[in-house]
């Protein structure tokens, strides 16, 4: 019942902006050319659904697959920096270098590596959901409470079974706290991706719509994103709960 009742707040939160919203947007202080009513943005919502979900679809296959893509790689990583200090030394700066790079700036670059297809979008959303799963794996690794691992030790487990049975399971709340911070912008990258250049997807759906002044489909479109993350945030929250049932136990 606690897990439950502690995101009343939110969504008291949340209906108390979007009405506030409406009113203010209904009463002719601002044109509904700049900001539409969410009334409006729902109804374009159902109205232009065929092609919404459509595009939806499109980034969603992104998001998915990007982010599959990412968590592959970033527990391979992890673990191999985790267990050979040498590489890590190596690889942990070039990871943190990679960072520094704008998002903006490679879109282009995938574009004219891979094209205008699925693939583009799918390593863009990888290389930048990759990150903070990396960083927040080796982190759980590496502050293993030693006492385990000395018991592990003494009792002649080698280093892949404590690997296994200790360092993974420690390490697990914080994998998910990093699969979290991914998920909360895999879609917008996905988005600028599809900006710079795609055929399909909700970001070439909001361009077109901002280029012919839709101004309502554009909100449609943000609402749509919006609720993609939330679905994924909750998706990942739900394997947290089954994976550690007694971080959730009342």
Same mark, same amino acid.
């Given at each position: 019942?606690?897990?439950?009742?502690?995101?009343?707040?939110?969504?008291?939160l949340a209906?108390?902006l979007?009405?506030?919203w409406?009113?203010?947007?209904?009463?002719?202080?601002i044109?509904?050319r700049?900001l539409p009513?969410?009334?409006s943005?729902?109804?374009?919502?159902?109205n232009f659904?065929e092609?919404?979900?459509s595009?939806a679809t499109?980034?969603?296959l992104e998001v998915?697959?990007g982010?599959g !893509?990412? $968590? +592959?790689?970033a527990?391979?990583?992890?673990?191999l920096?985790f267990l &050979? /200090?040498r590489i890590?030394?190596a690889?942990?700066?070039?990871?943190?270098?990679?960072?520094?790079?704008?998002?903006i700036?490679l879109?282009p !670059?995938f $574009? +004219?590596w891979f094209g205008?297809g699925?693939v583009?979008?799918?390593? &863009? /959303?990888?290389?930048f959901c990759f990150?903070?799963?990396?960083?927040?794996l080796?982190?759980?690794?590496?502050?293993?409470?030693n006492?385990y691992?000395d018991?592990?030790?003494s009792?002649?487990?080698s280093r892949w079974?404590i690997?296994?049975?200790?360092?993974l399971?420690?390490?697990?709340?914080?994998?998910?706290t990093?699969l979290k911070?991914s998920a909360?912008y895999?879609?917008t990258v996905?988005?600028?991706a599809e900006?710079v250049?795609?055929?399909k997807?909700l970001?070439?759906?909001?361009?077109?719509?901002?280029s012919?002044?839709?101004?309502?489909?554009?909100?449609a479109?943000?609402?749509?994103?919006?609720a993609m993350?939330?679905?994924l945030l909750?998706f990942?929250?739900?394997?947290?709960?089954i994976s550690m049932?007694?971080?959730?136990?009342d």
């Amino acid at each position: 019942m606690k897990q439950k009742n502690k995101y009343i707040p939110a969504l008291m939160l949340a209906s108390s902006l979007l009405i506030f919203w409406e009113i203010y947007a209904a009463s002719g202080l601002i044109s509904k050319r700049i900001l539409p009513r969410p009334s409006s943005v729902f109804e374009a919502i159902y109205n232009f659904r065929e092609v919404i979900l459509s595009h939806a679809t499109q980034t969603a296959l992104e998001v998915v697959l990007g982010f599959g !893509l990412a $968590i +592959i790689f970033a527990v391979a990583i992890a673990i191999l920096i985790f267990l &050979f /200090v040498r590489i890590r030394t190596a690889i942990y700066p070039l990871l943190v270098v990679s960072q520094t790079i704008p998002v903006i700036a490679l879109a282009p !670059l995938f $574009i +004219i590596w891979f094209g205008f297809g699925l693939v583009p979008k799918v390593l &863009f /959303v990888a290389l930048f959901c990759f990150f903070p799963i990396v960083v927040s794996l080796l982190d759980g690794l590496l502050n293993t409470p030693n006492h385990y691992v000395d018991l592990l030790k003494s009792m002649g487990a080698s280093r892949w079974q404590i690997l296994r049975h200790v360092n993974l399971p420690f390490a697990r709340d914080r994998f998910f706290t990093g699969l979290k911070i991914s998920a909360t912008y895999s879609v917008t990258v996905a988005i600028v991706a599809e900006y710079v250049g795609a055929f399909k997807g909700l970001g070439i759906y909001m361009q077109t719509a901002a280029s012919s002044h839709a101004i309502t489909q554009v909100f449609a479109a943000i609402f749509v994103v919006i609720a993609m993350t939330l679905l994924l945030l909750l998706f990942i929250l739900y394997l947290q709960k089954i994976s550690m049932p007694w971080k959730y136990h009342d």
